[in-house]
């Protein structure tokens, strides 16, 4: 949320549907290993696009990412891009992310993988 911060996203294969509701730890030797959760979610506008020139805007309602983002390829990258926050009223210059995966989480996410397993 503060327009000062750039994030790098890099474009993955296609995942199915069901993937952007799972929440659970991803066995070691396996692709993705560790834990997983679902740090926001909400919809999304798309404003402008120039995929040539390697540049997409878009607006995001999430739940904790709101209002107007980039983004914008990296120089020689295929799938390197950089997420950037735009100014507008929800820019906040003093926002920090705060780590979601706690030890209680984590905790709570290995109750959920073993209780499946006895089922």
Request: hydrophobic share 30%; glycine share 8%.
């Given at each position: 949320m503060n327009p000062k911060?750039?994030?790098l996203a890099v474009m993955v294969d296609d995942h199915p549907l069901e993937y952007g509701i799972f929440e659970g730890i991803?066995?070691?030797?396996h692709y993705g290993a560790g834990p997983v959760i679902i740090w926001d979610s909400g919809t999304y506008d798309?404003?402008?696009?120039?995929i040539i020139k390697g540049k997409i805007e878009f607006y995001l309602r999430g739940?904790?990412?709101?209002?107007?983002?980039?983004l914008t390829r990296m120089k020689g990258k295929e799938k390197e891009w950089l997420f950037i926050k735009k100014n507008d009223e929800y820019s906040d210059g003093n926002f920090e992310i705060r780590p979601e995966?706690?030890?209680?989480r984590?905790?709570?996410l290995q109750e959920k993988i073993q209780s499946c397993h006895m089922t």
């Open positions: 911060d750039k994030r991803i066995p070691e030797g798309s404003v402008k696009q120039d739940k904790k990412l709101k209002g107007l983002f980039v995966l706690t030890e209680e984590r905790r709570l």
